[in-house]
T-cell receptor, first 116, second 113 residues
């Protein structure tokens, strides 16, 4: 059981380039999330998904796109990289839970992205 | 939408002392409040959480208290140890409807030996 796996761990992009951050989980979790973490700014939600085929915007979605074709995978796409997208990106997943139980978020190890 | 404020941003204590981190939230419908610990260069990990139908929850040296009326909740760490040094994040979520978990900006705790 690998949990949440993110690739790559590090990446340097030039302004205007595009890339996809990969995220996969093997816990059969319904919910998946993408957060970015800037120094001193906590974790900001970019996009999330409550199941295959369903995605929704978080707090800071501009400049990003996502897809959820399978339960396991939730890739994050940057189309035209900008210096403001320099950050650490965390993918997370959790179980659906119930009315009496909130399942915890399981985070991946993060992807450190630099745009120059 | 939900907004979570966290204070202080940095906290330095002597080993053995207690540490308290406070958070306030804006959405009165929020009913789930987890705390995450992030060690340097690592992923955030859940350390304790509380639901809105409970006022306090303890797990060994850590405890969380919730005041629904005032819309604030706090993390208490007693008998701090150097390995407690990390960044701590509070968060809030509304049960049902949106599944967004909104985080505070974090508190960097340093425990000095």
């Amino acid at each position: 059981n690998a949990g949440v796996t993110q690739t790559p761990k590090f990446r340097i992009l030039k302004i205007g380039q595009s890339m996809t951050l990969q995220c996969t989980q093997d816990m059969n979790h319904n919910y998946m999330y993408w957060y970015r973490q800037d120094p001193g700014m906590g974790l900001k939600l970019i996009y999330y998904s409550v199941g295959a085929g369903i995605t929704d915007k978080g707090e800071v979605p501009n400049g990003y796109n996502v897809s959820r074709s399978t339960t396991e995978d939730f890739p994050l796409r940057l189309e035209l990289a900008a210096p403001s997208q320099t950050s650490v990106y965390f993918c997370a997943s959790r179980d659906r839970g119930s009315s009496s139980y909130n399942s915890p978020l399981h985070f991946g190890n993060g992807t450190r992205l630099t745009v120059t | 939408g939900e907004n979570v404020e966290q204070h202080p941003s940095t906290l330095s204590v002597q080993e053995g002392d207690s540490a308290v981190i406070k958070c306030t939230y804006s959405d009165s419908a929020s009913n789930y409040f987890p705390w995450y610990k992030q060690e340097l260069g690592k992923r955030p990990q859940l350390i304790i959480d509380i639901r809105s139908n409970v006022g306090e929850k303890k797990d060994q040296r850590i405890a969380v208290t919730l005041n629904k009326t005032a819309k604030h909740f706090s993390l208490h760490i007693t008998e701090t140890q150097p390995e407690d040094s990390a960044v701590y994040f509070c968060a809030a979520k509304t049960q049902g409807g949106s599944e967004k978990l909104v985080f505070g900006k974090g508190t960097k705790l340093t425990v000095n030996p």
